[in-house]
């Protein structure tokens, strides 16, 4: 069984940081892409980031870049979600997915086949 499990979320101050981590099992961890996603209140799921030790790819959407880094270790089956200069903007609910990765490129990526119940991020202003 397929199983996510992220952690580290909490409320911070505006140009904090924090540090989110996704424990995976029930797969073979680097056969799959991991992504972390977030959903606001009143909005859809968007990307935010992913990463495959498969093929080495790394992929962040603009509103984070230079902001947060993805990182993974296999030997845990974890991957992190460091995220430093947080904005309000930023303030969602986090969730970590995985997806087969069949093609090139973990930004091919758009949505995941399993997904963790997620955990809030809070940034105040």
Do not use: H
């Not at 959903?39 to 959407?61: L, M, T």
């Not at 880094?69 to 991957?79: E, G, L, P």
């Not at 947080?86 to 091919?108: H, I, Q, R, S, W």
Request: proline letters at 2%.
């Amino acid at each position: 069984e397929v199983q996510l499990v992220e952690s580290g979320g909490g409320l911070v101050q505006a140009g904090g940081s924090l540090r989110l981590s996704c424990a995976a099992s029930g797969f073979t961890f680097d056969a799959y892409a991991i992504g972390w996603f977030r959903q606001a209140p009143g909005k859809e799921r968007e990307r935010v980031s992913c990463i495959s030790d498969n093929d080495g790819s790394i992929y962040y959407e603009d509103s984070v870049k230079g902001r947060f880094t993805i990182s993974s270790d296999v030997a845990k089956r974890t991957v992190y979600l460091q995220m430093n200069s947080l904005k309000p903007a930023d303030t969602a609910v986090y969730y970590c997915g995985a997806v087969p990765l069949l093609m090139f490129g973990c930004e091919n990526y758009d949505t995941m086949d399993f997904w963790g119940k997620g955990t809030l991020v809070t940034v105040s202003s």
